[in-house]
């Protein structure tokens, strides 16, 4: 299941994608205008956004260049009535990984997303994954070497415990079971298993480096852990 953001300002298309969507497995967050799309990119992790161009408030474009800034390697699918060459180029130029102009093909709009989605995942195109927070020292994980970043410094971590924060990261705001976790780590290259009750000591060291990256590993009682967003 992929997290999806729709920021669209005609309402009957917007609830449209977001039900279609949502019926093919996605969890959905739309979003009617520019300035409110911004906001929930900046607190929230999506996967791939489908975008409008003629946005109210910021336009479609504008948003764009803010979010190649901020999240290179997010997958965007620009929906616009614009369906002149020069208007494409000028979208795929500004960051683009897709176009499609209006009307559309609902089913053609699934097969393009989902192909972005899953060349998102490759090592090759998805580099690093990052989180959005309210603290200038983003956080950025590599999608494959045992590497992450607090801004520029880099954090010094184990094999297991780069697995256990990209596990998180990829999860951002959505829980994380034990079982997923143990799952993962049996995964890994490492020296023998490891006793559900040492994740705990796992989680209290990754607290512990991510003092002021603005985000916090929450305990669900009963459930697992969530990477969350901390209040400013």
Not at 61 to 88: C, K, Q, Y
Not at 122 to 133: C, D, K
């Amino acid at each position: 299941m992929s997290s999806l953001l729709i920021i669209e300002d005609d309402e009957l298309l917007r609830d449209g994608l977001s039900a279609q969507l949502a019926q093919a497995g996605h969890l959905v967050t739309a979003a009617a205008d520019g300035e409110a799309g911004q906001r929930l990119l900046e607190t929230q992790r999506f996967d791939g956004v489908v975008l409008d161009l003629g946005l109210p408030k910021i336009s479609g474009m504008e948003l764009l260049h803010w979010l190649r800034r901020r999240l290179p390697a997010l997958p965007v699918l620009i929906l616009t009535a614009r369906d002149g060459v020069d208007d494409r180029v000028q979208g795929l130029n500004a960051g683009a990984d897709d176009y499609l102009t209006k009307p559309f093909d609902m089913a053609e709009l699934q097969a393009r997303l989902g192909a972005l989605l899953r060349r998102a995942r490759l090592p090759a195109f998805g580099g690093s994954l990052e989180v959005a927070s309210h603290s200038t020292r983003r956080l950025r994980v590599d999608a494959t070497l045992p590497q992450a970043w607090l801004g520029d410094e880099a954090l010094e971590l184990t094999q297991r415990e780069w697995a256990l924060l990209s596990l998180l990261v990829t999860h951002a705001g959505r829980v994380v079971s034990r079982e997923d976790v143990l799952e993962t780590w049996a995964t890994e290259p490492a020296d023998g298993g490891v006793a559900s009750n040492a994740l705990e000591v796992y989680i209290h060291r990754l607290r512990r480096k991510l003092v002021d990256s603005g985000l916090n590993i929450r305990n669900v009682r009963g459930l697992g852990y969530m990477l969350e967003t901390s209040a400013p």
